[in-house]
């Protein structure tokens, strides 16, 4: 069983960053393609940012690409999702997500992912 767990969401004024953090638990966490995916009030979940297992290989969404940038310390069993220049269009609950096949490729994609945290609110005001 894997177990991902969000952290680092809240309250920030438009222009502002934050930093999120996904603690993953219950495998090797090292081998694994992980994604940041995000749900807006009446929205779809929609694609954010992912990373290859290793860390070497990183994409982003178009609307937050050069503000947000995905990250991972496999010795921390830990992915991160820097937020810089925040929007109110920002505004979302923030999910991190794991493909469930080692040395998979990263991915735009949800129905490629089998884990998912449990979500943290990220809330921009202007």
């Known amino acids: 069983q894997v177990q991902l767990v969000e952290s680092g969401g809240g309250l920030v004024q438009a222009g502002g960053s934050l930093r999120l953090s996904c603690a993953a638990s219950g495998r090797t966490f090292s081998s694994y393609p992980m994604g940041w995916f995000r749900q807006a009030p009446g929205n779809e979940r929609e694609f954010v940012a992912t990373i290859s297992w290793n860390g070497r290989n990183t994409d982003a969404a178009g609307s937050v690409k050069g503000r947000f940038t995905i990250s991972r310390d496999n010795a921390k069993n830990t992915v991160y999702l820097q937020m810089n220049s925040l929007k109110p269009e920002d505004t979302a609950v923030y999910y991190c997500?794991?493909?469930?096949?080692?040395?998979?490729?990263?991915?735009?994609?949800?129905?490629?992912?089998?884990?998912w945290g449990q979500g943290t609110q990220v809330t921009v005001s202007s």
């Open positions: 997500a794991a493909r469930g096949s080692p040395y998979a490729s990263r991915s735009y994609y949800q129905a490629d992912y089998d884990y």
